[in-house]
Structure formats: structure tokens, C-alpha cells
């Protein structure tokens, strides 16, 4: 009877080994995969910039030629701004979600990225229909005005993963240049502040206040606040 007690308890041992090496090994697969999360979403992102130039290009070319056959209206009375406000009403009528829509570069981090337009549907700060688009580029929220249209021009941009575009975002001081080209001008910006709010806090989205406002999460690899970046218009060219 002893022996076979001892029998059993040696079975017992020799299924515990094997389970917890199975365990072990699980755990070892489970944690490579969360270590290279951040580059092989990097990698995608990377891929799909290359994809992003080439549909831009296209959004270009195929704006300027719509231009050329049905010029937008021009009066010695129109003002710089409201040309640049009726050339911005007219690309937006063409844009679609999910394309290009420009170009936003920040010296001061080093940031030269394109910018997809985002669905038209009441902006959050969670999980939402952008997201999908979000693993691609910095993504305008599709409700809010293009730059020239009216403010804010909202952007917002993964922080920590698919490219990390927005992780230098918190790095931004007061005067600060950015550069917003779209294919009907070309906007230079000037960092204004920086605040963090709740992710519920959407009325940034809605300050009439300032012209451009990115946001991203925060702190680094957490969701529970939101770093918002606010800008205003120091000059633009009309391309």
C-alpha cells in the first residue's frame, strides 16, 4: 500500500512538472509577444506611411486638377482667409474617411507624418471608429474643421505603439512651430499650452479658442488621461 501511495504521489509530481513547464513555456511565448507588440506595430505603421504618400500624391494631383476645371470662385474683395476658407470647403467636399488629408510636421520632435480624415461621428476619447485607422496614422476627427475651415483642426495619434508619432507630444513648449500641408495651402502653427484632461472630457474638441488641438493618451502606455496640445494659425500660403 505504501508503495503504491509513493507510486502516485511521484505520478502527481511528474504531472505537476509537466504542467508547470507548460505553463512556463506560455508565459515565455505570451510575454515575447507583449514585448514585441510595440515593434511590429511600429513596423506596420512604417508600411503603411509608404502606402499613405502614394494615396496622397493621388488626393493632390487629383485635386489641382479639379481646380484648374472648376477654379473656386475669386474676388479683389475676397480676403487671404476666406480663400483659404472657401479652397478648404471645397477639398473637404471631396475627402472621404479614411484618406489623406495632409501632412504635420514638428521640428522640435522631430515628427514629419501624414494625417488620415477621420469618421464623421461625435468624437471620443475611447475606443471608437478611428481606431482601425489610428494603427496607420494620426487621424483628424472627421467632425471637426479642416485648417482654414474654422477650430479647432483636432488630430489625434497613438502614443506609445503603430509608430509612436505622438510620444514626444508632452516635450512641446509654448511657441513651438508645426507645420499642417494640405493640397490647397500650406499652415504654420505655433504651440499656444498644453493641458491634461479625463478621457470623458471632450470639450477641447469644441474650443473655438485655438486653431489646431492634438491630442494622445497619457501618461506613456496609459489610458487613464489625455495630454492636449493647443496651437494657433501664424501664417499660411495658399498652394
Given at each position: 500500500m505504501q508503495a503504491d501511495g509513493g507510486t502516485r504521489l511521484t505520478m502527481v509530481s511528474k504531472e505537476r512538472k509537466?504542467?508547470?513547464?507548460?505553463?512556463?513555456?506560455?508565459?515565455?511565448v505570451v510575454g515575447g509577444i507583449l514585448l514585441a507588440y510595440p515593434f511590429?506595430?511600429?513596423?506596420?505603421?512604417?508600411?503603411?506611411?509608404?502606402?499613405?504618400?502614394?494615396?496622397?500624391?493621388?488626393?493632390?494631383?487629383?485635386?489641382?486638377?479639379?481646380?484648374?476645371?472648376?477654379?473656386?470662385?475669386?474676388?479683389?474683395?475676397?480676403?487671404?482667409?476666406?480663400?483659404?476658407?472657401?479652397l478648404a470647403d471645397s477639398f473637404a467636399a471631396r475627402l472621404e474617411p479614411g484618406k489623406p488629408l495632409g501632412r504635420l510636421q514638428i521640428p522640435r520632435i522631430e515628427l514629419d507624418t501624414k494625417v488620415?480624415?477621420?469618421?464623421?461621428?461625435?468624437?471620443?476619447?475611447?475606443?471608437?471608429?478611428?481606431?482601425?485607422?489610428?494603427?496607420?496614422?494620426?487621424?483628424?476627427?472627421?467632425?471637426?474643421?479642416?485648417?482654414?475651415?474654422?477650430?479647432?483642426?483636432?488630430?489625434?495619434?497613438?502614443?506609445?505603439?503603430y509608430g509612436a508619432p505622438f510620444l514626444h507630444?508632452?516635450?512641446?513648449?509654448?511657441?513651438?512651430?508645426?507645420?499642417?500641408?494640405?493640397?490647397?495651402?500650406?499652415?504654420?502653427?505655433?504651440?499656444a499650452?498644453?493641458?491634461v484632461v479625463k478621457p470623458s472630457d471632450i470639450t477641447v474638441l469644441y474650443d473655438r479658442g485655438y486653431d489646431l488641438v492634438l491630442t494622445t493618451c497619457h501618461p506613456p502606455y496609459s489610458a487613464r488621461s489625455r495630454l492636449i496640445v493647443w496651437a494657433q494659425i501664424e501664417s499660411f500660403e495658399l498652394r
Open positions: 509537466r504542467l508547470f513547464r507548460r505553463v512556463s513555456s506560455v508565459m515565455l511590429w506595430s511600429g513596423a506596420y505603421a512604417w508600411v503603411q506611411q509608404d502606402r499613405i504618400d502614394d494615396e496622397y500624391a493621388a488626393e493632390v494631383r487629383e485635386f489641382r486638377v479639379e481646380q484648374r476645371q472648376s477654379p473656386v470662385p475669386a474676388s479683389p474683395e475676397q480676403t487671404p482667409e476666406e480663400r483659404l476658407g472657401r488620415l480624415e477621420g469618421a464623421r461621428k461625435p468624437p471620443s476619447f475611447g475606443r471608437g471608429t478611428d481606431q482601425g485607422l489610428l494603427r496607420s496614422a494620426p487621424v483628424h476627427y472627421g467632425l471637426t474643421p479642416l485648417p482654414g475651415q474654422g477650430r479647432p483642426f483636432a488630430v489625434a495619434g497613438h502614443r506609445t505603439t507630444l508632452d516635450e512641446l513648449r509654448p511657441g513651438d512651430s508645426m507645420t499642417v500641408t494640405t493640397p490647397y495651402a500650406r499652415i504654420e502653427y505655433a504651440v499650452k498644453k493641458t
